[in-house]
């Protein structure tokens, strides 16, 4: 029997193509988190205070296509900016990939279900109130540090 590599383990992220970079996102929701960064430190931490598209419950973008029109800083990910951004979680399928890294078992690419990343605590789903609900002056009430939760591999 001929085996094949993850393509995750020998492709770089600019050599994907775009159903491979689609399917590394493991629906998880944590970059749809606002964050506040210290002013001093430069330090970000996460808030379970969520983009105004993302629906709480399902852990989805409810305008995936027209996101960028209403949330104009929506992060839409490329390889350079996955090197960039410091505060992608450590489970991000994308920063797993960029350090060489393996998939957890959760992921739907190893799990072959989307519901996996909900079932093992990672994601955001049921976790999260509207920023259309929170004062911004009020976000710091919000901080959490579960977005930085790493289970099993
Ligand atoms: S943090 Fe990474 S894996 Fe999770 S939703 Fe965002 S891009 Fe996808
Ligand atoms: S616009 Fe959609 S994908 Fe972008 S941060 Fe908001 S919920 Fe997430």
């Given at each position: 029997?001929?085996?094949?590599?993850?393509?995750?383990?020998?492709?770089?992220?600019?050599?994907?193509?775009p159903?491979?970079?689609?399917?590394?996102?493991?629906?998880?929701?944590?970059?749809?988190?606002?964050?506040l960064?210290?002013?001093?430190?430069?330090?970000?931490?996460?808030?379970?205070?969520?983009?105004?598209?993302?629906?709480?419950?399902?852990?989805?973008?409810?305008?995936?296509?027209?996101?960028?029109?209403?949330?104009?800083?929506?992060?839409?990910?490329?390889?350079?900016?996955?090197?960039?951004?410091?505060?992608?979680?450590?489970?991000c399928?994308?920063?797993?990939?960029?350090?060489?890294?393996?998939?957890?078992?959760?992921?739907?690419?190893?799990?072959?279900?989307?519901?996996?990343?909900?079932?093992?605590?990672?994601?955001?789903?049921?976790?999260?109130?509207?920023?259309?609900?929170?004062?911004?002056?009020?976000?710091?009430?919000?901080?959490?540090?579960?977005?930085?939760?790493?289970?099993?591999?």
């Amino acid at each position: 029997m001929i085996m094949t590599e993850a393509f995750w383990k020998t492709k770089r992220l600019d050599e994907l193509n775009p159903q491979e970079w689609e399917s590394l996102c493991d629906g998880c929701g944590l970059c749809c988190l606002n964050k506040l960064e210290d002013w001093d430190t430069g330090e970000v931490a996460f808030t379970s205070v969520a983009c105004r598209l993302l629906d709480g419950s399902s852990c989805r973008c409810t305008n995936y296509p027209n996101r960028q029109a209403i949330v104009p800083d929506c992060i839409q990910l490329t390889p350079t900016e996955v090197d960039e951004i410091s505060w992608l979680p450590p489970t991000c399928g994308y920063r797993l990939a960029r350090d060489g890294e393996d998939l957890y078992w959760w992921h739907h690419l190893i799990s072959g279900d989307r519901e996996t990343v909900h079932q093992a605590g990672i994601s955001a789903r049921g976790r999260t109130v509207s920023e259309t609900e929170v004062d911004v002056d009020d976000f710091e009430d919000y901080l959490v540090d579960w977005p930085l939760t790493v289970g099993q591999r």
